[in-house]
Structures are given as C-alpha cells and as structure tokens.
C-alpha cells in the first residue's frame, strides 16, 4: 500500500474515532460547578460515560491553568477520553493535550494546525451557517454548532440554531458535528435526531448535584 492511500485510511480512521468521542462532550465551567473541584467533575462525569472533556478555564492564571490541566489529564488518559484545552493552544502544547478547541476569534486555524502536527484534535465553532462552509475548506476535527438553543451558560453568542438550523448544518459540514448550547435531559433527544454526531454540555453537568448520574440520564435520554 503506498503512502498516499495509508494517509487516507489514517484519516478516515480519526475521523470515525472522533465522531464516537463527541457523543457526550464535557465542557467545564467553574462558576457552575457550585465550588466543587473541576477534577471532581471530570472524574464523575466520565465515569456516567463522557467521552470528551474540554477544559475551559477564562479567568485563573496560565500557571493555574497548566497545573489544573496536569491533574486531570491522568484521570482521563485511564477512561481513554481525550483532553481538549479551550482557547489556549500554548497550555495544550505545554501539558501535552489530546487537542484544542478555537473559536473564530481565537488563534487562526492554520496557526493552530501548524504549532500542534497533525496528530492533535482541533475543533472550531461555527456560529452561522456562512462559518459552517467556511470550515469545510479547513482539515479540522470537528466542528461545533453554536448555540443550538439560547443559554445563560454563554451570552455574548449569535442567534440560536434551532433544531432546523442545526439540522441543515450538519448536512452542509463534511466534518464530525457536535451541537451546543441548552443542552439536556428535555433535548438531547431531538438534537440527536437531526444526525448531529455528539452534544456538548455544561451546566447540565456541571452543575448536577450528581454529575455521573446526570451524564448517564443524558445519554439515556438522547437514546443512545
């Protein structure tokens, strides 16, 4: 087999593996996490069946940041879920994460690509259909429709999908799709059923009183 073809099967093999770790999406908050431990949270939620984490972390220290990075890493490299750093590809390289998420005003994609190799994760957010075509031109990992529903986990975001927003975006995108925004038990289900690939959830994880239990209800919930 030349190289040309191992490089597509390698490819397509990412993408298949991606498209399974986006079911259930983890991103942290810590002003919704009622003062717990962020560690705490990620070890739960992945024991209820995340199978991604992004931490996202706006307001502590780059030295804080990379220390609170380094605690959670072992504990999803032993559930074998990948590690996203939001925003800050420089804490992503230090601790050597599993990848990186961007939104359109972070960090150029191609910047980003070159700086983490091939082999990392990158996802971007997609905050109107115009973006979502866009993306198509770039060989990211996957991309995250934003927001699917209004939330108060984020104000500063475009107007809503809605289900037939987020239905046309995934058939548009040629990458692995994962909804966001107003994600939970009432509407996983029919988010799922507009063939997006996974959901990203904050507070409806964050926040639970019992976050392993909430991320089993969500995946109940969205009958998967």
Same mark, same amino acid.
């Given at each position: ?95 050597? =994460?599993?990848?990186?998420? @961007?939104?359109?005003?972070?960090? /150029?994609?191609?910047?980003? %690509?070159? $700086? +983490?190799? *091939? ?80 959901? =990203?959830?904050?507070?409806? @994880?964050?926040?639970?009183?019992? /976050?392993?239990?909430?991320? %089993?209800? $969500? +995946?109940? *919930?969205?009958?998967?």
């Amino acid at each position: 087999m030349d190289i040309y073809k191992t490089l597509i099967i390698s490819n397509m093999q990412k993408t298949e593996r991606i498209r399974d770790q986006l079911r259930l999406y983890l991103v942290t908050d810590r002003p919704l996490s009622l003062g717990r431990d962020i560690e705490w949270i990620v070890s739960e939620a992945v024991r209820g069946g995340a199978t991604m984490v992004q931490l996202r972390e706006k307001e502590i220290d780059t030295r804080e940041f990379i220390e609170l990075a380094l605690r959670i890493k072992p504990i999803l490299q032993k559930a074998g879920v990948p590690l996203i750093i939001n925003d800050r590809v420089d804490v992503a390289l230090a601790v050597d =994460a599993d990848g990186v998420h @961007i939104g359109q005003s972070d960090m /150029p994609y191609e910047m980003a %690509r070159r $700086l +983490l190799g *091939s082999d990392k994760i990158i996802g971007l957010s997609a905050e109107n259909m115009e973006q979502v075509l866009e993306a198509n031109a770039l060989d990211i990992d996957y991309l995250a429709i934003s927001p699917v529903y209004s939330t108060a986990t984020k104000t500063d975001t475009a107007p809503p999908f809605g289900l037939d927003g987020l239905r046309e975006a995934v058939r548009l995108s040629k990458h692995p799709t994962v909804a966001i925004g107003g994600m939970n038990q009432k509407t996983v289900a029919g988010v799922f059923a507009t063939g997006v690939d996974g959901i =990203a959830v904050v507070s409806a @994880i964050c926040s639970a009183p019992d /976050p392993a239990a909430s991320s %089993r209800e $969500l +995946l109940k *919930s969205a009958r998967l």
